[in-house]
C-alpha cells in the first residue's frame, strides 16, 4: 500500500549557510532558530560598526549624532540581512530592485508589431503547435490536459488505498525528468457537449413548426449567452512537461495506459489543442488582470 505522507526533501538549492541553528542562554529565554548566514551577517556588521566608530572620524562626532549614526545602522543591519518567508536574504533582492526601478522593466508592449520578447518573459512560452504540443522558453516541451479526479473526503477506506496505490504506481512509472504540474481555475462553464446535443437534435426535428424552433433557439441562446458566460465553475488543467519530445512522448504514453486502464487516479482526460491552450492561458491572464484592477479600485 502507497504512504499517506512523504516527507518534503531539502530543496537543491540550500547551503550551509542556510542551515538553521537555536540561540539560547542559560535562561529560559530561546530565540527562534536562525540561518547560519543571517548569524554571520549580524556579526559582521557589529564589527564593521565597531570599526567605523573607533577608526573613522564618526567617533568624535557629537553624541546625538553617533547615536542616530547607531541606530540607522541598525535598522539597515535588520533590513539587510533579514530573512524573507521564502528564506532568502533581502539582500539578495537589491539587484531585482534596481532592475525594477527603470522604466522600461515596468512596462510591457503587447503590440502585434512590437517585440515579443519581454511578453515571452512573461507567458513563459514561445509557441504552442497545432497539434497541442507547448514550446517554454527553457526550451521544454509539454502537453495540457483538462482532467477530472476521483478522490473525495466521502471515500470508502477500500477505495482511498486503491487510489493511492494507483497514484503511487503511475509516478513510478514516470521519468524523474518529466514535470506533472496542475493548474486549477474558475472559469464559465463549458456547454460544448450540450450545445452539439441542441444542435444534433435540432437538425433532427421532423415538423416544421414556428414555436417548436423558437423554443429551440431559446435553449440555444440559454445556454450560449447565460450559462456558458455567468455562471462559473472549478476547472482542473494537468501538463506534461519534459526536456525533449522522446521523453513528453513517453510520459504521454504512460498516462496515456493509466487512463484506459483504470480510473482510480484520473476519471475523465481531455487532450487540449492550441486553440484551447491558448484560451485556458487567456482566462487565467485576464483573471489576473481583474484581480489587479480590482486592487487599484480599492
Not at 251 to 260: R, T
Request: net charge negative; with cysteine; charged share 25%.
Amino acid at each position: 500500500m502507497a504512504k499517506e505522507y512523504y516527507k518534503i526533501p531539502a530543496d537543491l538549492d540550500t547551503n550551509y549557510g542556510d542551515m538553521e541553528i537555536v540561540i539560547s542562554a542559560k535562561s529560559d529565554m530561546q530565540l527562534r532558530p536562525m540561518p547560519v548566514k543571517m548569524i554571520l551577517g549580524y556579526v559582521f556588521s557589529a564589527l564593521a560598526l565597531f570599526f567605523v566608530l573607533m577608526k573613522t572620524f564618526m567617533g568624535h562626532a557629537p553624541l546625538l549624532v553617533i547615536i542616530g549614526f547607531v541606530i540607522t545602522w541598525v535598522a539597515l543591519t535588520m533590513l539587510l540581512f533579514g530573512i524573507d518567508k521564502t528564506k532568502r536574504m533581502k539582500m539578495s533582492l537589491i539587484p531585482s530592485f534596481f532592475q525594477y526601478i527603470q522604466k522600461g522593466s515596468r512596462k510591457v508592449i503587447t503590440r502585434t508589431t512590437s517585440n515579443a520578447t519581454s511578453f515571452y518573459q512573461i507567458a513563459g512560452i514561445n509557441a504552442v503547435r497545432e497539434n497541442g504540443m507547448i514550446e517554454w522558453s527553457d526550451n521544454s516541451v509539454g502537453f495540457m490536459y483538462r482532467v477530472t479526479g476521483s478522490a473525495s473526503v466521502l471515500l470508502f477506506e477500500g477505495d482511498r488505498n486503491a487510489i493511492l496505490d494507483r497514484v503511487d504506481a503511475f509516478y513510478r512509472k514516470i521519468d524523474p525528468k518529466v514535470e506533472i504540474g496542475f493548474i486549477t481555475t474558475k472559469e464559465a462553464q463549458k456547454v460544448h457537449r450540450q450545445i452539439a446535443n441542441l444542435s444534433r437534435m435540432y437538425n433532427k426535428m421532423e415538423c416544421d413548426d414556428p414555436e417548436l424552433k423558437e423554443c429551440a433557439e431559446e435553449q440555444f441562446r440559454i445556454l450560449s449567452e447565460y450559462v456558458g458566460k455567468s455562471f462559473r465553475s472549478i476547472h482542473q488543467y494537468m501538463f506534461l512537461k519534459a526536456d525533449n519530445e522522446e521523453l513528453l512522448m513517453a510520459a504521454k504514453n504512460v498516462l496515456q495506459s493509466e487512463i484506459e486502464n483504470s480510473a482510480y487516479m484520473i476519471k475523465q482526460c481531455v487532450a487540449l489543442y492550441r486553440d484551447d491552450i491558448c484560451e485556458v492561458f487567456r482566462e487565467i491572464y485576464q483573471q489576473q488582470m481583474d484581480a489587479l484592477e480590482m486592487e487599484e479600485d480599492e
